[in-house]
């Protein structure tokens, strides 16, 4: 059974950093990617990042790249990922979602709430 759990969110003043974590436990063999979506309030759900758990290539929404790096952690039960987030900004408040991607198949963490004040 797989299980992803995502953790790491806090309150910090802009300009702040803050590093989220995801921990997918369960998985199996195939293709993985693992994907860190943000949903602020009154707006849809959005793509920040993104790691493939079988090569490490990485990917970044425009407006976090050269702010935010996606890694993944030594190990592989759980497989953990990180997302460090420096220079934050107010507009990066949201609740921050871990999904764990394998073909046609998903898997997302309960979410993590992030809030940049002035």
């Not at 802009?14 to 989220?20: H, I, K, V």
Request: glycine residues 14%; contains cysteine.
């Amino acid at each position: 059974q797989v299980q992803v759990e995502d953790s790491g969110g806090g309150s910090v003043q802009a300009g702040g950093s803050l590093t989220l974590s995801c921990a997918a436990r369960g998985i199996t063999g195939g293709q993985q990617s693992l994907m860190w979506y943000r949903q602020a309030p009154g707006k849809d759900r959005e793509l920040v990042a993104t790691i493939s758990l079988s090569w490490g290539d990485t990917e970044y929404a425009d407006f976090v790249k050269g702010r935010f790096t996606i890694s993944r952690a030594n190990g592989n039960n759980p497989v953990t990922v990180h997302l460090e987030m420096n220079n934050l900004k107010e507009e990066d408040t949201a609740v921050y979602y871990c999904f764990l991607k394998r073909g046609g198949l998903g898997w997302w963490g309960r979410g993590t709430q992030v809030t940049v004040s002035s």
